[in-house]
């Protein structure tokens, strides 16, 4: 039996500070980084000439021009194995590039993202040898472009509730699939589509996984929605009618196509905070050189302090996104790792980062920002969408509070059965109280860590203990009703992206101190202080409000305006 994969955050949770998972912060090694150089550098000339994100967006239409140049330089195949055409890039190179192409134009990011991150992934991961050699050479070449069709009209975020359905024809030995999904990205261009579908198997009804290309006889794809941004993107509904799928373009084991669903979500997720990064880095260059020389008052508007507070922001936010990214894409290559938890994280804290660094920019711009002519609208409508693709941000947070409390539960349960019978479970006994009295020694939650570093690190370790500590309470208070507490699993989760980022950033600025000096990571040293300063205050709030809040108001308050279908009455006339 295979040894269960270590989990960070999921053993924060559980009280146990794996400091080692996460130090020293990862580095590539010489050939990865010149190749990736190599490939941004190529990327970079070419966008400057040829990716205008802002015509992609006024012609609302797909980039074909765009596309096809990106295909000839191997921007399609990024990822896949070398074995099929591919460039088999690591997933650090891939994210820092999803992060390039997201500066010059979110549009073709996402084209990019939607066939390399989703679309192709569960053939990269479960295609048998066969199904490689047959689809991934064109996949990579980007003559088969790809898509991935797990949502429906009725089975938005509850993915488990789909009702696509693939009955078995041994006579024919195919697959006879039907239903509809709904907002596929690349629906109108591809020619692959990973498709989930509920099976029969065993007896019982299970979902499984299908490679459905488009020239089979009952696939087609609806009109282009109208959408508030990515306007050059591609997405339409994919509907499905009686068709007959080849036995052999079952994917993977049948029955096991929800895991796979949720398993190629995780990297998808990551591959796009890496974008919101990249949207942010862009913001904050263009708001900065705005400020210095945007001139009101007799001087740079830059000099106020209140633009220095919104650029402080949205610089300490971004570096705090950045690191937690590049952090995630090492952790989700270990195979003995499970980041799951992580990589939600990132898409949350990444996420909603750029809209705070795009409102931001845009209030910074002044009236520039609300006029079309600039490209700050144009940001802000691009990015509103990474807090829904994916998996919303709000489920993200239910997946994030649950998943991370499972082992806590599952802990408490041991002890309380150990309680039974003391004496002989001694042994349980004994390893809980010792977890407690380690994370009680908050000073020694990061041996080694520099002492530039040690002030923040000790608030790290504290409030670590702290989000095990609020959590536990919670689940003794509520017991099984936790799982209905999303006012407590919100706060968690928040807290939880917040320590995350944090310790990210501790492990990149003491790495680079380790390695190249104080001097050269004095940037990395104020970053890390100034974001953590900012967080444990956040952080000491929201796990304070998960024993005292107002949720009995927020529930009376929402229930008024349930029942009056509304805001209520008008106060005049």
Not at 66 to 72: D, F, G, H, R, W
Not at 123 to 132: D, P, R, T
Not at 215 to 243: F, H, I, P, R
Request: hydrophobic share 40%; glycine share 10%.
């Amino acid at each position: 039996m295979a040894a269960p994969k270590r989990s960070f955050m999921k053993s924060l949770f559980a009280g146990r500070l794996d400091a080692g998972l996460l130090f020293p912060y990862p580095q590539q090694d010489d050939e990865g980084r010149e190749t990736l150089h190599l490939l941004l550098e190529t990327f970079r000339g070419w966008a400057e000439d040829h990716l205008d994100g802002a015509a992609i967006d006024r012609r609302g239409a797909f980039p074909e021009a765009e596309v096809s140049a990106l295909k000839e330089m191997g921007f399609f195949g990024m990822t896949i194995p070398e074995a099929y055409g591919g460039s088999g890039l690591p997933l650090t190179s891939y994210c820092r590039l999803m992060e390039e192409i997201c500066r010059h134009c979110a549009t073709t990011a996402t084209i990019v993202g939607a066939h390399l991150g989703i679309g192709s992934k569960g053939l990269v991961l479960y295609g048998n040898e066969e199904q490689k050699r047959k689809w991934l050479p064109a996949v990579a070449r980007g003559d088969l472009l790809c898509a991935y069709a797990l949502t429906e009209p009725g089975s938005g975020s509850d993915a488990a509730s789909l009702t696509t359905r693939a009955v078995r024809d041994d006579k024919r030995k195919v697959w006879r699939l039907s239903g509809g999904k709904r907002y596929i990205t690349n629906g109108g261009h591809a020619g692959l589509f990973t498709v989930f579908a509920r099976t029969a198997v065993n007896g019982s009804d299970k979902i499984s996984a299908f490679v459905v290309t488009r020239d089979l006889a009952g696939v087609t794809t609806g009109k282009e929605e109208e959408k508030l941004g990515l306007k050059g993107s591609s997405t339409t509904d994919l509907n499905l009618q009686d068709v007959a799928v080849p036995e052999e373009n079952l994917l993977g084991e049948p029955g096991r196509g929800f895991k796979y669903a949720m398993e190629i979500l995780n990297d998808g997720r990551v591959s796009l905070a890496a974008g919101a990064v990249g949207l942010a880095k862009e913001m904050i260059d263009r708001s900065v050189a705005y400020a210095v020389e945007r001139r009101q008052f007799g001087r740079p508007i830059a000099e106020f302090e209140m633009i220095r507070a919104k650029v402080a922001e949205m610089v300490t936010g971004t570096y705090a996104a950045e690191s937690m990214v590049y952090l995630t894409t090492a952790l989700a290559t270990d195979k003995s790792v499970d980041a799951s938890v992580e990589s939600a994280l990132c898409k949350v804290f990444a996420s909603e980062n750029a809209w705070r660094v795009v409102n931001h920019a845009v209030q910074i711009a002044g009236g520039n920002g609300f006029i079309k002519e600039y490209p700050y609208e144009r940001a802000l409508r691009d990015c509103r969408i990474n807090m829904i693709f994916e998996g919303t941000n709000e489920i993200l947070r239910l997946f994030v509070a649950l998943s991370a409390v499972q082992n806590l539960g599952d802990e408490l349960k041991k002890v309380a059965a150990a309680l039974q019978h003391p004496i002989g479970q001694i042994g349980v006994l004994s390893e809980f109280a010792l977890r407690k009295a380690r994370m009680a020694l908050t000073d020694q939650g990061f041996p080694g860590i520099d002492p530039a570093l040690a002030k923040t690190a000790a608030r790290a370790a504290h409030y670590a203990e702290a989000l095990s500590a609020s959590a536990e309470a919670a689940l003794r208070q509520h017991r099984k009703g936790f799982i209905e507490r999303e006012y407590l699993h919100e706060r968690l989760s928040e807290a939880a992206g917040d320590l995350y980022a944090l310790i990210a950033c501790l492990s990149r600025a003491d790495t680079r101190i380790k390695k190249e000096g104080i001097e050269a990571a004095r940037r990395d040293i104020l970053m890390t202080r100034t974001f953590g300063n900012a967080a444990w205050r956040r952080i000491r709030r929201l796990l304070h409000q998960v024993a005292k809040n107002q949720d009995g108001n927020l529930t009376r308050v929402s229930d008024l305006a349930y029942t009056s279908r509304g805001f209520g009455p008008d106060l005049v006339g």
